[in-house]
C-alpha cells in the first residue's frame, strides 16, 4: 500500500480523501493557493505545498505546478478529487511518467470518456441509446446557431471537457445559442483549459439519473445503485438522493449492467459515474461518463457500505475488488443537500464573503439514523470568489425515504451558516415541498416550481401556530429574565403576565400561557392547546423544542419586541406583545422600501465582464444589459423592463460589490 499521497484539489473533496487516508494509515499532502493558504483541508494534511495565485488557471490546474509538489514530498500516489485536473489525461500521463500511481481511471480509458464528443461516438458505436446531437468541434457562435437550427430548439450547448455546471446552457432561440455558445466557451477556458464545445438536443422533461461503477485491473466490474440527481438548478446538481424513488428493480439492472459493460469496453478502472437521462417511460439515454469521483458519492456510500475513496486508492495499488455484484445490497434511503454559497432571493447569484457562524449540525451515526456533513470549511474563514460556491454536503440517511426526509428537515434547520448568502432556506422549501415528497420530479423541478425564483417559504397555518406558540413561550423566559436583572428600584417589583399576542407572517395570534417547571402550555383564543417544551434559553442562537411530542427547531435571531425566527425555509420576525401593546402596534405605519426600479444593481460581489449598452440607448424587457463574473461563471443581466439608460457607472474590468449601481435608466 502507498505510504502517502497527494491530493490535487481543494475544499471539501480534499478533506473528504484526507480522512480515509488517515482511516488506512497513508499520510496525505495538500496543495493550496493564495487564496487557500488558511483552508481547512491544509490544517488536516501531514504537508501542504504552496502552488501559486488564487486563480485555478495559475494553480490547481497548472500540471507543473502540481508535478513539482509532488516531486518535493516524494508523494508514491495522486487523487485528483473531483473537477480540475480529475479529468485531464495529460494529468494522467504526467504521473505515469514519473511513475507515481494516479488515483484513478488508465490514460485510454479518461480519453475515450472523459471527453463528452468521444465518449458519445463510443457509446453510439456501442449500440448505447444517446440523445441526437453534433459531436464535431464548433468554430464560431454563427455555426453554433446553424447546428442549432438543424437539431432542433431547445438544445444543450455544452463543455466538452466540462463538469459542474460549468460551461452549460439551454438555449430556446438563436439568440440564446449565440450568447450561449460564447458563454460556455469563456467558461470552459477558464475553468477547464480547454474551450471546445458540442451541441445536442435537449430532451424537455427528463430525469438524471446516474450509475456508480467500480472496476479494478483484474477485468472486474460491479455498479452500486443509482442516484437520482434530477433537483438542478441550470444544470448544476442541488439534491441528490440514493437510491430513485422512480426506478424498478427491473430498470436498475439493465441501466447497471449497461454502465458497467461501457466501463469494461474502455478498460476502465476506479469509481466512475455512468450518467443517463430517463424519460417517464423509464426510457434511459447514456449521457455522459465522470471518469471520476462524483460530488454526491456520499449517498451511495450510506446505501451499500463501500466506501469508494478507499476502493479507489486500493484499486489504483493493483488489488482486486474485495466485492462482487451479489455481494451489492441496497439498505435504506440516503439525501444529499448541497449547502452553497449563493443567495435564493437574489436569483441564487453568488456570495463571497466570510463565515462569520459556521455551526454544522451534529453528525450521527446510528442503525436508525445518519447525518453527515462533508465540509472544506470552518467558521471564521472566508468563501472566495475564485472557486465553486458549494460550502458543505449535508446527508441523512435513515431505512425509508420519508424518514431520510425528515432527518434532513431537521439537519438543515440546525445548520447555522451566517456572514453569507446561502441556499438554506430553499434546501428546506424542496424538503416540504408535496411534488418532491412524492417523488415525481424532473431536472425542470425549479424552474417549474419556482418560475419567478425563490421568495422565501409561507408557512402553512399549522406549523404558524406551532412557532407562535413556540415564540410565546420562548418571550415569557426573556420577560422572567429581564424582570430579574440586578440594580432594580425598590418597590417595583415586575409581574411577568399569562396573556400575550403573537404577530407572525401577518397573522396575529392571543395565546394564554400556564407555565411550570417542565415547560408551558399555549392556550390559543380558540381554546387550542399545545405543549412546548425546551432547554433553549435567552442569547442562545438554536431552539431545539418539542411542541406537542415533534421536534421543532429555530433559528433565533433579535428583534425587537420579539425574535427573528428563521424555520422550514422561512424567514419571519415574529412580535410578542401584551394585548395593549398589541392594539397599539396595530395603529402604526408600515416603512416601505426604497425604489430601486430605475437601478440596475450588481446582485453579487463580481467583475464586469462586458456592457452591451451606452448611454442614451433604449432597451427592451429581457434585453441583455451586461454581464458579471463570479465564481467561475457568468451571469447575463437583463433589463426587466423597457427604459432608456441615463447613466452607466461601471466598465468592462471594474471590480463591484452587491448592490453597486452598475447603470441608471430614466
Not at 480519453?111 to 458505436?125: F, H, L, N, P, V
Amino acid at each position: 500500500m502507498f505510504n502517502k499521497i497527494l491530493i490535487a484539489n481543494r475544499g471539501e473533496i480534499a478533506c473528504r480523501v484526507i480522512k480515509t487516508a488517515r482511516k488506512m494509515g497513508i499520510s496525505t499532502v495538500a496543495i493550496y493557493s493564495d487564496a487557500d493558504k488558511n483552508a481547512l483541508h491544509v490544517s488536516m494534511a501531514d504537508e501542504a505545498v504552496h502552488i501559486g495565485p488564487p486563480p485555478a488557471n495559475q494553480s490547481y490546474i497548472v500540471i507543473d505546478k502540481v508535478m513539482d509538489a509532488i516531486r518535493k514530498t516524494g508523494a508514491q500516489a495522486v487523487h485528483p478529487g473531483y473537477g480540475f485536473l480529475s479529468e485531464n489525461s495529460k494529468f494522467a500521463e504526467a504521473l505515469a511518467a514519473e511513475g507515481v500511481a494516479f488515483v484513478g481511471p488508465p490514460v485510454g480509458a479518461i480519453e475515450a470518456m472523459g471527453d463528452k464528443i468521444t465518449s458519445k461516438k463510443i457509446a453510439q458505436e456501442a449500440k448505447v441509446s444517446t440523445v441526437p446531437g453534433y459531436m464535431g468541434l464548433i468554430a464560431d457562435a454563427d455555426e453554433a446557431v446553424k447546428i442549432s437550427n438543424q437539431i432542433g430548439y431547445p438544445v444543450m450547448i455544452k463543455a466538452s471537457a466540462g463538469g459542474g455546471g460549468k460551461g452549460m446552457r439551454i438555449a430556446w432561440n438563436d439568440t440564446e445559442a449565440r450568447e450561449g455558445f460564447q458563454s460556455s466557451k469563456n467558461e470552459a477556458a477558464s475553468s477547464f483549459g480547454d474551450d471546445r464545445i458540442f451541441i445536442e438536443k435537449f430532451v424537455t422533461q427528463p430525469r438524471h439519473i446516474e450509475i456508480q461503477v467500480l472496476c479494478d485491473s483484474h477485468g472486474n466490474g460491479v455498479y452500486l445503485g443509482e442516484r437520482e440527481c434530477s433537483i438542478q438548478r441550470r444544470n448544476q446538481k442541488v439534491i441528490e438522493e440514493a437510491p430513485s424513488p422512480f426506478l424498478d428493480a427491473a430498470t436498475r439492472k439493465a441501466m447497471g449492467e449497461q454502465a458497467v459493460s461501457l466501463a469494461k469496453a474502455v478498460g476502465y478502472t476506479s469509481a466512475g459515474t455512468v450518467e443517463f437521462i430517463v424519460d417517464g417511460d423509464r426510457n434511459f439515454y447514456f449521457l455522459e461518463m465522470n471518469t471520476r469521483l462524483q460530488v454526491e458519492h456520499p449517498v451511495t456510500e450510506l446505501i451499500t457500505g463501500v466506501d469508494l475513496v478507499e476502493q479507489m486508492i486500493r484499486v489504483a495499488n493493483g488489488e482486486p475488488l474485495s466485492i462482487t455484484q451479489d455481494d451489492v445490497k441496497l439498505n435504506g434511503w440516503a439525501m444529499e443537500s448541497r449547502l452553497y454559497a449563493e443567495d435564493p432571493y437574489r436569483g441564487f447569484l453568488p456570495s463571497i464573503g466570510r463565515l462569520s457562524k459556521y455551526r454544522p449540525p451534529v453528525e450521527v451515526a446510528e442503525s436508525d439514523h445518519v447525518v453527515r456533513n462533508d465540509t472544506g470549511v470552518y467558521e471564521g474563514g472566508e468563501i472566495s470568489m475564485y472557486y465553486d460556491p458549494m460550502i458543505a454536503k449535508l446527508c441523512t440517511w435513515a431505512p425509508t425515504r420519508a424518514e431520510a426526509i425528515e432527518g434532513m428537515r431537521v439537519a438543515l434547520d440546525s445548520f447555522e451558516v451566517e456572514g453569507i448568502g446561502h441556499n438554506l432556506p430553499f434546501l428546506s422549501a424542496v424538503m416540504d415541498h408535496p411534488r418532491f415528497i412524492s417523488g415525481n420530479i424532473t431536472t425542470a423541478f425549479i424552474e417549474e416550481e419556482y418560475p419567478e425564483g425563490f421568495e422565501g417559504v409561507t408557512l402553512p397555518l399549522h406549523a404558524l401556530r406551532n412557532v407562535a406558540a413556540s415564540v410565546a413561550a420562548m418571550y415569557r423566559v426573556t420577560e422572567i429574565r429581564r424582570s430579574r436583572v440586578s440594580g432594580r428600584m425598590d418597590n417595583h417589583e415586575r409581574t411577568v403576565g399569562k396573556d400575550w399576542v403573537v404577530v407572525v407572517q401577518g397573522e396575529s395570534f392571543a395565546v394564554t400561557i400556564d407555565a411550570d417547571p417542565a415547560g408551558s402550555t399555549v392556550i390559543f383564543a380558540d381554546g387550542t392547546k399545545h405543549r412546548v417544551t425546551s432547554e433553549w434559553v435567552p442569547g442562545h442562537s438554536l431552539a431545539v423544542i418539542d411542541i406537542d411530542g415533534d421536534p421543532l427547531v429555530l433559528k433565533v435571531g433579535k428583534a425587537v419586541s420579539g425574535f427573528r425566527i428563521r424555520t422550514r425555509g422561512a424567514d419571519l420576525v415574529a412580535k410578542v406583545y401584551t394585548p395593549r401593546q398589541a392594539e397599539l402596534a396595530a395603529l402604526m405605519p408600515e416603512k416601505m422600501p426604497p425604489d430601486t426600479s430605475k437601478l440596475l444593481l450588481c446582485p453579487m460581489p463580481g467583475l464586469i465582464v462586458k456592457v452591451d449598452v451606452a448611454v442614451g440607448d433604449e432597451v427592451q424587457e429581457g434585453q441583455a444589459l451586461c454581464t458579471v463574473e463570479a465564481m467561475k461563471m457568468e451571469n447575463i443581466l437583463r433589463a426587466e423592463k423597457k427604459g432608456i439608460v441615463s447613466k452607466i457607472n461601471a466598465a468592462a474590468g471594474d471590480s463591484l460589490a452587491v448592490d453597486d449601481v452598475i447603470m441608471e435608466f430614466e
